[in-house]
């Protein structure tokens, strides 16, 4: 399971703040952020959100659907998300408590994979509508559509870099999947990764830009690597026999979460920057995937 390119083939230490130390483990992720991210312990694949340690897990969307995939707005307000509700893949939003969930795709395609912009006027996302998936970017409200990449491969899981000059992704148009970036007006496509025996994907941006971590299968199973903004310097973090995926930076670039089924079900994990420490945030029966932290613009009001 290399995704964050969800269902295929089945269509799914410092605080914050200075203010907030006193609430810090220094061997944990801090409780007073929070991490949103897909469920089925209630029957369906559905959005929670819990506490940044693993705490207080709250379900925000309800219906026989399956919502997956979810992405916070830059200021924490809304979440983007996918859903199946209109019986394929479409792109909807929600406020951050659940509430107002709207339709923002219309399309008989398969619409899949968003991500703002960190000024959240803009959510690139994942679309085959013209065949393949290929990556797609609109304004916040669903307006004024515009195709990024064209070709006949697979492009997927799209993430914006934090000063929003580029976009990373992954494509196996060179015959495998590997990372790549281009600017945000599509130009300049680049390989990153450059491993043509290994599957490399979901890519995600370090807060200040400089590195993105994403999944390699180069060790015959997915785990989570870390590597330069350029695609050198790429170190193995998680080093396990198991399936690891969807890696997300905390706000203060303390913790990676990400999703794995070492447990033998898949559950949410956070592992600090350079390996060290591994805990199992959500360790329950259930399948949960796709973890995605709240911003720090946010948290650090809270």
Not at 3 to 28: G, Q, R, T, W, Y
Not at 227 to 240: L, R, V, Y
């Amino acid at each position: 399971m290399l995704a964050k390119f969800p269902k295929l083939p089945v269509l799914a230490s410092l605080c914050l703040s200075l203010l907030l130390i006193s609430a810090c483990d220094e061997n944990n992720p801090p409780a007073t952020s929070k991490i949103v991210f897909t469920s089925d312990r209630d029957g369906n694949d559905e959005i929670y959100v819990m506490n940044g340690d693993g705490s207080d897990v709250t379900r925000l969307t309800d219906n026989q659907a399956i919502d997956y995939v979810p992405d916070w707005s830059p200021d924490g307000t809304k979440i983007a998300f996918t859903s199946e509700r209109d019986s394929n893949s479409e792109i909807y939003v929600m406020n951050a408590d659940g509430s107002s969930p709207t339709r923002l795709t219309y399309n008989q395609a398969n619409d899949i994979l968003p991500d703002w912009s960190p000024d959240g006027s803009q959510i690139a996302f994942a679309s085959n509508r013209h065949g393949n998936y290929e990556i797609y970017v609109m304004n916040a409200n669903g307006s004024n559509l515009i195709r990024l990449t064209n070709n006949r491969a697979i492009d997927g899981s799209p993430a914006w870099s934090p000063d929003g000059r580029q976009i990373a992704f992954y494509s196996n148009r060179d015959g495998n999947r590997e990372v790549y970036v281009m600017n945000a007006n599509s130009s300049g496509q680049t390989n990153l990764t450059n491993n043509s025996k290994t599957d490399d994907g979901v890519p995600a941006w370090f807060p200040d830009g400089k590195q993105i971590a994403f999944i390699s299968s180069s060790n015959g199973n997915n785990e989570i690597y870390v590597m330069n903004a350029d695609g050198s310097n790429q170190i193995n973090i998680t080093k396990n026999r198991d399936q690891d995926g969807v890696p997300a930076w905390s706000p203060d670039g303390e913790w990676i979460s990400f999703h794995s089924d070492r447990d033998g079900n898949f559950e949410i994990y956070a592992i600090d920057d350079d390996g060290s420490s591994l805990i199992n945030l959500t360790d329950n029966p259930a399948k949960d995937l796709y973890p995605d932290w709240q911003p720090r613009s946010l948290n650090a009001q809270q």
